[in-house]
């Protein structure tokens, strides 16, 4: 939605592994200035958001990621001890973070959801949407005291991000 109300076109998708409960799940977003018509999943991503850290040593969760690449993760801890301390100092600096979203979440909307947390943390490190086009989308998709509440939360992150 924050890349519509910029003008832009985007394309969101999961993509599904096996069917049971706790499966780790895949999701595919793509931004464009342009027209998007490929409905294939991403091989070989811009960016990666990692919501659980336990995907980081059970899977390859940065396979195709790009050299110039963009990593939120979604964790208090530092790199060196979720153990990928050299695997991103191989980026660009300020293009990976670490963050404590579910936390945030916590502190601003009483509940584990780190959705928005984590976007604003990526539109501060990719400069992909802008923070208005953020707090505007979610605006529009959570009207009134919870949608002010993961608003807050997306700023926090959106600001802590830039300072890292």
């Known amino acids: 939605m924050a890349a519509f ?8 998708f999961p993509s599904f592994g096996s069917e049971r ?7 595919f977003c793509r931004i464009d200035d342009k027209e998007i018509r490929l ?3 991403i091989m070989a991503p ?11 040593h059970s899977i390859d969760v940065f396979q195709g990621l790009k050299e110039d690449g963009f990593i939120v993760i979604n964790s208090a801890r530092s790199f060196v001890d979720l153990g990928i301390a050299d695997y991103v100092a191989k980026f660009p600096p300020h293009h990976v973070c670490h963050i404590g979203a579910t936390e945030l979440a916590m502190k601003h909307v009483n509940r584990a959801v780190p959705n928005a947390v984590l976007l ?31 608003i807050a939360a997306a700023r926090e992150a959106f600001d802590m991000a830039r300072e890292a």
């Not at 910029?6 to 394309?11: D, I, L, P």
């Not at 811009?46 to 980081?56: C, E, F, G, R, S």
């Not at 400069?127 to 002010?148: C, N, R, T, W, Y």
């Open 120 to 150: 604003g943390a990526f539109a501060a490190i990719s400069g992909q949407l802008h923070m208005d086009a953020v707090a505007k989308a979610i605006a529009e998709k959570f009207p009134g005291s919870v949608g002010e509440a993961n």
């Open 5 to 12: 109300i910029e003008g832009k076109h985007a394309q969101a």
């Open 21 to 27: 409960m706790g499966a780790p799940v895949v999701s």
């Open 46 to 56: 811009d960016a990666l958001i990692i919501q659980d850290t336990t995907l980081l």
């Open 39 to 41: 409905r294939e999943p």
